[in-house]
């Protein structure tokens, strides 16, 4: 059984997250969500609103929170490989720092990245809140249970 990894803060999940899902559940046996219980930067939405939500738009994948270091829990979940969406080249120094260090501490976990489709290559969680608390349209960058909550925050 070969379970990934697609770790990330999701506040909330775009369509772009969506997409990546979905294709890492073609590679992968069993693709785990796990969201952040305290991302670095501080979050809108708390972690049950952030799992509720994934849970809603992909009902079957499984969704959990996790704590601590990323290789730590993806040995607890007996995954090899973690899976990151790469957008623009600005993502790269990021990830890159990223998945080095986590090589360094767990050799034997490999990140991999899959290409974001073009069509989501601009979108990001900020920028679709910060449309939404400016009263602008998101229909189209989140799943619909995202721009009901995200519309739902700025009544
Ligand atoms: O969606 P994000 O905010 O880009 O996700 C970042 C995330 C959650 C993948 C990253 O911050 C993370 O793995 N944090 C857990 C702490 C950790 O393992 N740090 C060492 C590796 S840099």
New binding site residues.
């Given amino acids: 059984m070969k379970t990934a990894i697609y770790?990330?803060?999701f506040d909330p999940i775009t369509n772009g997250h969506l997409d990546i899902i979905k294709r890492a559940s073609e590679l992968f046996d069993r693709v785990i969500v796990a969201v952040?219980k305290n991302?670095?930067k501080k979050s809108q939405f708390s972690l049950a609103d952030r799992v509720e939500m994934i849970k809603k738009c992909v009902p079957g994948v499984i969704v959990e929170s996790f704590d601590g270091?990323?290789?730590e829990y993806a040995r607890q979940k007996g995954a090899k490989t973690i899976v990151r969406g790469l957008r623009a080249v600005s993502d790269f120094d990021y990830e890159f720092q990223?998945a080095l260090?986590?090589r360094k501490m767990a050799p034997t976990i490999e990140t991999i990245f899959l290409m974001t489709d073009y069509r989501y290559s601009y979108l990001s969680s900020s920028f679709v809140k910060q449309i939404a608390a400016l009263g602008g349209d998101v229909s189209e960058l989140v799943p619909a249970p995202v721009a009901k909550k995200l519309k739902k925050r700025g009544e």
């Fill in positions: 770790p990330g803060s952040i991302p670095s270091l990323l290789v990223m260090t986590n």
